[in-house]
């Protein structure tokens, strides 16, 4: 098994450096991929920030990735759960680290439109203001 890189994964999304890309596509085809949910992060950001995608590109980016037969994703349940709440309009990080916070009984914040957010989307109960 592989763990890779972030720029490894966005190479194979946007195929914006096809020597690259291909090169990555190889690695997928013929090894078993570990997926960490930080290079998944990451990804999401760079597609957001540096590449512009919308919303919906990089959701359906991110669900091809996670879905692919040959990766492992780092907490996969944590993931799943993120990209629903991605899906519903919250932030793929905060919806990352609040999925990612299953375990605990509460989700401590000082972003109050981050509470707000939530609402509907996850259980408000759990996030609470500092």
Excluded at 40 to 62: D, G, H, K, Q
Aim: a neutral charge; one cysteine or more; proline letters at 2%.
């Amino acid at each position: 098994m592989i763990s890779i890189d972030t720029n490894i994964l966005v190479r194979l999304i946007t195929r914006d450096d096809e020597n690259q890309a291909q090169r990555a596509a190889k690695l997928f085809e013929h090894n078993q991929i570990f997926l960490c949910k930080t290079v998944l992060l990451e990804t999401e950001w760079v597609l957001r920030f540096c590449y512009e995608l919308s919303r919906s590109a990089i959701l359906n980016a991110l669900k091809n990735t996670v879905g692919l037969s040959q990766l492992t994703v780092e907490d996969s349940p944590a993931v799943a759960k993120a990209l629903t709440l991605f899906e519903n309009g919250m932030d793929f990080a905060d919806a990352l680290h609040l999925a990612s916070g299953q375990n605990a009984p509460q989700f401590a914040t000082f972003d109050e439109r981050l509470k707000k957010r939530v609402h509907g989307i996850a259980d408000k109960h759990r996030i609470f203001l500092v």
